[in-house]
């Protein structure tokens, strides 16, 4: 997988059922929720590994600190690169 700077995504995993999230999935990565089942794997997908309903994504707008860092470093190291690439071009 190329690894591309970009604003995280995160989206909670959660139960249409019961309504517990699951966990979340970050920039694509399954986070479990350590207060909740883990999810179980079923024909169409995971399922609630509560009660075995369906689960579904829902964006998640909060950012902890830890991870805003993380985005602002992304993005100086995106600005970065193009500044980069600018002066090259410039160069050549
Ligand atoms: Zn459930």
């Given amino acids: 997988m190329v690894k591309v700077p970009r604003l995280i995504q995160v989206f909670n995993v959660q139960c249409v059922m019961c309504g517990r999230a699951s966990g979340q999935l970050m920039n694509g990565t399954f986070v479990p929720n350590p207060r909740v089942k883990r999810p179980v ?11 075995g309903g369906n689960l579904y994504l ?32 410039r160069a050549a």
């Avoid at 950012?63 to 602002?72: E, H, K, R, S």
């Avoid at 193009?82 to 002066?87: E, F, G, I, L, V």
Wanted: proline share 7%; glycine share 6%.
């Fill in 58 to 89: 829902e964006p998640d707008e909060s950012v902890t600190p830890f991870m805003a860092t993380q985005i602002a470093a992304q993005r100086t190291a995106a600005q970065q690169q193009a500044k980069a690439s600018a002066d090259a071009l």
């Fill in 41 to 51: 794997p079923g024909k169409n997908g995971s399922r609630c590994g509560e009660c």
